[in-house]
């Protein structure tokens, strides 16, 4: 099973709301990412998770926070979010480094 | 860091036509994946390949590391084929992952 799960598919907020994404992969990878992708645009690397501790932070706003609870899980809290930071959030997953990565199918999040 | 070129930008073909579809980058790489984004924005997994040459069906993907170059090719294309193509690279240096602006792909019945 090559299957990464993202919820919700959709998300609408204020700014001034609280709101977690969540990301699931059980095929036992070692490596999550988080990438964020505006329309007609490729996707851009945000975070990247290593054996459970942050490895990359590629200078993403404190508003977006996020958080490896287990080797199965991944979260992207956001807070006090921005007009133009809505935009298609990407999970993915790979086993442990330069190898495949597998695509969620990704939270639309619009903020109002 | 790495950079990724794709061309052709934009590619219109009828059903049944073949085409190639090129990716360009900058440096070494240790990671190279082809993908295919669906209208719903599903990234889809083509080929992991760095190197060589890989097949899937009407499918095909040959890497040239040592040209840092890698072609697509799609045979007989067909409707559900339409979408964005896009070619993925990652450095010798960790996992990043770094996109190419990707193809639109229109295949017309």
């Known amino acids: 099973d090559t299957e990464v799960t993202q919820t919700p598919k959709h998300l609408v907020m204020g700014m001034t709301n609280k709101k977690s994404l969540k990301c699931e992969q059980h095929?036992?990878?070692?490596?999550m990412y988080w990438y964020k992708q505006k329309a007609k645009k490729p996707p851009e690397l945000m975070f990247v998770?290593?054996?459970?501790?942050?490895?990359i932070n590629e200078s993403v706003p404190s508003r977006f926070s996020p958080e490896c609870p287990n080797s199965s899980l991944l979260n992207l809290h956001l807070h006090a979010l921005q007009p133009e930071d809505s935009a298609l959030y990407l999970c993915a997953s790979s086993l442990a480094g330069p190898e495949t990565q597998y695509f969620g199918p990704g939270t639309r999040l619009l903020v109002l | 860091g790495i950079q990724v070129e794709q061309s052709p930008p934009d590619l219109i073909l009828q059903e049944g036509a073949n085409s190639t579809l090129r990716c360009n980058f900058s440096?070494?790489?240790?990671?190279l994946q082809w993908f295919h984004q669906n209208p719903w924005g599903q990234l889809i997994n083509l080929f992991y390949i760095p190197s060589g040459t890989k097949q899937n069906g009407r499918l095909s993907a040959t890497t040239v590391a040592t040209e840092r170059y890698s072609l697509l090719y799609i045979s007989s294309s067909q409707t559900t084929d339409s979408g964005v193509y896009f070619c993925a690279v990652g450095g010798t240096s960790g996992s990043r992952l770094t996109f190419g602006e990707g193809t639109q792909l229109t295949v017309n019945p």
């Open positions: 095929m036992g990878h070692r490596a």
């Open positions: 440096d070494s790489v240790n990671n």
């Open positions: 998770y290593s054996y459970e501790k942050l490895s």
